[in-house]
């Protein structure tokens, strides 16, 4: 089952995976990654989301943690929590290929709602494990509708809500119907977070998130830091950072104008607060993406 998927999965990347080796595709929420090499580390904060690793091999650290996955094994992410993650086996001949899906709260939702009284729980917020077969099957059928595009828009919510109703069922589905029950501390915190990704260059008083959150202030503290592994200001800051760091890097936006640009007020606290996440200054980060190499920090 997961060589035939890995066939289907890089005939498609193959021919649309852009630049840094994402192939988008026209089905909502889904990706698939192709690395020919190594890669640096990759610093993001991570919607809920499931990657199935088809060759190849990555690492993937949260804080003190670090996942190392390959071929057959699924990583799981049920919180939005900043990773830092590196393809750490690839080549031209055997490239890394990944089948990436960002989890839908709303479909989650329904099936939750229809599965009764199916339990619900907050755990670890990456795990890994052996993708199911259920899983790796409905994935496919997914991935064959990419060869019919036609298809796409007649069959696609069928076989997303499937792949959701074995995730949701597998061996961690408590922690991802949790994602779907209106009033569980991982979907009230989601609301917080979705304020914070939308708004991140702008200051937002934490009273603001706990009232979207339906917490009181100490209580929205202690579950956002649960669920994320950050404070609500840490969070934001890594979101300013990130999207920073991409203006640098993919527009070539001066480290000034970025520094503004994501909220910052003072150039010289952006440039020492990204150096503290990224190893490296903003001028020399962008200095060796212009030049195709790495400087040391």
Known sequence: MIQTLLASAARFAETHADRHGIAATPIPGLAIVRQTTPSEIVHAI???????????SKRV???????????????????????????????????????????????????VAEMGDAPFRSAEAIRVDATESE??????????????????????????RELHFWLSTGRHGGAIRALGVPGSHAHRIARAVNLLRAQFATPIRVEQLADIAGMGVSSFHEHFRAATSLTPLQFQKQLRLIEA??????????????AYAVGYESVPQFTREYGRLFGVSPARDQ???????????
């Open 61 to 111: 650290a949260m804080g003190a943690s670090s996942f190392e996955f390959g071929a057959g094994e699924s990583m799981l992410i049920t919180a939005d929590v900043p990773t830092a993650s590196q393809v750490t086996r690839a080549n031209l001949g055997t490239p890394y290929i990944s089948v990436v899906l960002e989890l839908d709260s709303a479909v989650i939702a329904e099936l």
């Open 135 to 160: 899983v790796a099957d409905a994935a496919l059928r997914l991935l064959r509708l990419l060869e019919r595009p036609a298809t796409i828009p007649i069959l696609q919510a069928q076989l997303l």
């Open 287 to 297: 200095k060796a993406a212009r030049t195709g190499g790495t400087l040391a920090a």
């Open 245 to 258: 760091k991409r203006l640098l890097l993919a527009e070539g936006t001066s480290a000034s104008t970025a």
């Open 46 to 56: 991570n919607r809920p989301l499931v990657a199935m690793v088809l060759q190849g």
